[in-house]
């Protein structure tokens, strides 16, 4: 199974695209395109022709010519062409490069708002979603190719753009709106206390003595400025630790659960299964890919 082809990386652009390495009147058989793997980056496929498929989790996505492919970032997925002549264009990028963002939140906060986003879907082609999302793909697939002078501020109001579709339809939540941040200023340091002790027996008494509270006040202030309570926030946090190291070591299932601060694997095999829609071993297989 073959790579996803990278063809273009804009200098001073963070975004990726990658156009079919075949002249499109050629009559490329169905194929594999890129085995099951995961990236940072959110992903759109232009479907320009054809008949094309995508596993998105456990979602099978089919789409036809005009379609387009939306896949969240972390999403596993695989790709391939159904039929003879099936070509698409793909564009990669993150959303953190082009928000504005909270200064000294935690990264795992702005993770956790992923869980309420749409992982994959496809829009349908001649609905004003697929038309306002083709415009700005358009917009910036002409602008990386030809270069002309001011093209990067182009390619960069096309990503904003197609940011505007995603957030006004809800496939992407705007954190501004989703946490109240008055009271998430308040649980910084029981954030950055999570982040650095994740992996030790954390308990709700040692959390709300990092902020001067009584334990019922500390979970209505966290619930409050993070929609979840401390437990679930903490188990996201360990669940997101342990990715890494499934992907990248040899370490087993058990001692990775051990690491990040499960002492139950049944209870880390579970939460994982919750959070990542798949077993800590079926992770294991999937390619994390750095683009």
């Not at 994740?198 to 993070?226: D, G, H, P, V």
């Not at 679930?232 to 299932?253: A, P």
Request: with cysteine; glycine share 4%; hydrophobic share 35%.
């Amino acid at each position: 199974m073959n790579n996803e082809l990278i063809r273009s990386s804009i200098d001073n652009v963070p975004i990726k695209i990658s156009y079919s390495p075949h002249p499109q009147n050629e009559d490329l058989e169905p194929h594999h395109i890129c085995s099951l793997h995961i990236h940072d980056e959110i992903e759109l496929l232009y479907i320009e022709s054809g008949e094309f498929y995508c596993l998105a989790g456990t979602e099978e996505l089919i789409a036809h010519k005009g379609d387009i492919i939306y896949l969240a970032s972390r999403v596993p997925h695989s790709t391939k062409t159904l039929a003879h002549g099936t070509y698409s264009s793909m564009l990669q990028f993150s959303t953190i490069n082009f928000i504005e963002t909270k200064e000294n939140i935690s990264k795992y906060l702005y993770r956790f708002i992923n869980m309420g986003e749409i992982p994959s879907m496809v829009f349908k082609a001649n609905t004003p979603e697929n038309e306002a999302l083709s415009h700005y793909m358009r917009l910036i697939f002409i602008e990386s190719y030809e270069q002309n002078n001011g093209f990067e501020s182009f390619i960069k109001a096309g990503i904003h753009g197609i940011l505007g579709v995603l957030y006004r339809n809800s496939i992407l939540l705007n954190a501004d709106t989703y946490f109240n941040f008055k009271y998430v200023d308040k649980v910084l340091p029981a954030l950055a206390y999570i982040d650095e002790k994740f992996s030790e027996q954390i308990t709700l008494e040692e959390l709300s003595e990092q902020l001067n509270l009584n334990a019922y006040y500390f979970c209505r202030l966290f619930k409050r400025a993070t929609n979840s309570t401390f437990t679930e926030y903490l188990n996201f946090v360990r669940i997101c630790k342990s990715e890494k190291l499934l992907t990248s070591t040899s370490m087993s299932v058990s001692d990775i659960s051990l690491d990040v601060g499960f002492s139950s694997v049944s209870y880390f095999n579970r939460m994982f299964k919750r959070f990542k829609g798949c077993s800590p071993n079926e992770y294991k297989k999937i390619r994390y890919k750095r683009q």
